[in-house]
């Protein structure tokens, strides 16, 4: 979609609007990386513990080896949490180099395009970062049944 400089000056609340929007939207966003990456840290000291008190007491070996496997994929499913890329975010010096000259509404049409692009990015990341997180605590979850189980059924 190509607009006239006239249209582009005619849209400029509106895309101050949608700059507003989507610059929150990205904080949002960030935000709930950075959730996912506490939670992520929390589940590993939890099965990482977990396994230490497993390892500790008399058990039943065949549940309890079922179990430290069970945290071992929840501590690498853990850190794959945290492996995923980089949140993105906008380039600064870029930024100001490329539009140090440009009229608002040309700077705001841009800058709402680009937030877009991150944003649809980061999102791809964040469900990424969700789904190992999801599948760590699935983990824990089984590793924490089966160490009951073996602590319960120790010979």
């Known amino acids: 979609m190509t607009m006239t400089p006239?249209?582009?000056?005619?849209?400029?609340?509106?895309?101050?609007?949608?700059n507003n929007e989507l610059a929150a939207r990205l904080a949002r966003q960030s935000d709930s990386l950075g959730k996912i990456d506490t939670k992520a840290v929390f589940l590993l000291g939890f099965a990482a513990t977990a396994a230490q008190f497993l390892a500790t007491h008399k058990h039943h070996a065949v549940l309890a080896y079922l179990a430290?496997?069970?945290y071992a994929l929840?501590?690498?499913?853990?850190?794959?949490?945290?492996r995923v890329a980089d949140h993105k975010d906008l380039e600064p010096r870029q930024l100001l180099v490329a539009h140090v000259r440009s009229p608002k509404s040309q700077v705001l049409i841009e800058l709402a395009a680009t937030?877009?692009?991150?944003f649809e990015e980061n999102q791809r990341r964040h469900q990424q970062k969700a789904?190992?997180?999801s599948a760590?605590?699935?983990?824990?979850?089984?590793g924490l049944a089966l160490s009951t189980a073996a602590l319960l059924l120790h010979t």
Not at 136 to 142: D, E, K, N, P
Request: hydrophobic share 55%; proline share 0%; no cysteine.
């Open 6 to 18: 006239g249209e582009l000056r005619d849209q400029e609340a509106t895309l101050d609007v949608l």
């Open 68 to 70: 430290f496997a069970a």
């Open 74 to 82: 929840a501590l690498l499913a853990g850190v794959q949490t945290f």
């Open 115 to 118: 937030r877009a692009s991150i």
């Open 131 to 133: 789904r190992y997180w």
């Open 136 to 142: 760590s605590l699935w983990l824990l979850v089984g």
